[in-house]
């Protein structure tokens, strides 16, 4: 028992030494950042202009504080990167707004804007997606997963803060789909629930090389659809359809269907 408790020490001692924050100030941020952008998100609307820009300021010290707890493994100072943070925030609110639309254009059940920023896990994921994204081209480590991990576990949609992902981005439904870290993916691409963007089998020593597909703009994915290979490109204005199984390039405007054979069994009857 001693000597597990001394490892036990060992673990805490060096989880001590490579502080992070705590995972509900983390959430805390991002859903401020996000209610900020877009009153709908929660129904807390700031009317005042004094105050939505007073907000803009407590949410760069947040964000400072956040990186504060994990100083010692930042690329510079935490008041430095959070003001280059806030100065992306308007490409991210532009980005994010054409996401709504393209989700909104994209959803036959949807009624309007606000139920899209309001309900839409699809949405909601790829909100938490775009914060982390945009800490990540800053080189912050792990801040940026914690938040989309966050995202995963309520909506079951898994994106990468490390992927590459071009504004009116739909994901209909949701639930299951997979965005592996190196994926590309251009404007106008619509993912059905469980498609996955992954990569095959490689060695940990390739684990920075182009591993997942890259999707051009334009291209529908249907449900249940797997695209592996960093080298695979699905080219634009394709259709891949549900329960695909594709691991290597498709031409633009291609159609991909998965074709099962079915075998039935023959019964004696009396």
Known sequence: MNDFLEELK???????????????AVNDFATNLINWLFPEHTGQVMADPVMLEQYSHQLETQLELLLQSMVHQLPTDAASISNAFMNKVPVIYDELTKDAEAIFQGDPAATCLYEVIRAYPGFYATAFYRIANALHQLKIPLLPRMITELAHS?????IHPGATIAPWFCMDHGTGIVIGETSVIGQHVKLYQGVTLGALSIEKSMARSKRHPTIEEYVVIYAGATILGGDTV??????????????????????????AAHKFSETNQE
């Open 10 to 24: 060992r673990r805490h001692q060096l989880a001590a030494a490579n502080a992070y924050p705590a995972t509900g």
């Open 154 to 158: 309520r909506t079951g949609i898994d």
């Open 234 to 259: 699905v080219g634009h204005h394709s259709v891949i359809g549900g329960n695909v199984w594709l691991i290597k390039s498709v031409d633009p405007f291609s159609r991909i269907y998965y074709k």
